[in-house]
């Protein structure tokens, strides 16, 4: 049996000028209604993004403030080389100062209770 995975880019949009395609979001069940034919519109409940060479800076910058700025209540950024996730929580208009998980992937935000186990994460 032959079959093929496509994995295409999805909108994000936060505002008019502010479009962002995040490698993964996740959405709470009270804001599904978001979802429309352009992409999801509004902010997500998290969002994570998998930083590269070329994307750390803007992840760990420029989207941090952005998603801040449109009310994303909690983003990842998963670093594949240092194998941790640093977890923002928004306070406010803006993060707090994150909370960095590395050897222990459990009660990640928002998912108390979720435990990932790093060796399927970081192969």
């Known amino acids: 049996m032959r079959f093929s995975v496509d994995i295409a880019a999805f ?3 936060l505002s008019d000028p502010n479009v962002v395609q995040p490698d993964i979001i996740f959405v709470a069940l009270d804001r599904m209604p978001s979802f429309s034919n352009r992409g999801f519109e ?3 409940t998290l969002v994570i993004e998998v930083l590269s060479p070329s994307t750390a800076r803007i992840d760990r910058n420029t989207k ?3 998603y801040a700025r449109h009310g994303v209540p909690y983003y990842w950024i998963v670093d594949p080389d240092t194998r941790a996730i640093d977890v923002h929580v928004r306070a406010g208009t803006s993060y ?3 909370e960095h998980f590395a050897d222990r992937l ?3 935000p928002p998912f108390a209770g979720l435990t990932l186990d790093p060796r399927v994460i970081w192969p």
Request: glycine fraction near 6%; hydrophobic fraction near 40%.
């Open 64 to 66: 941090l403030q952005i």
């Open 42 to 44: 509004g902010a997500p």
């Open 106 to 108: 459990v009660d990640l």
């Open 11 to 13: 909108d994000t949009i």
């Open 96 to 98: 707090r100062t994150p």
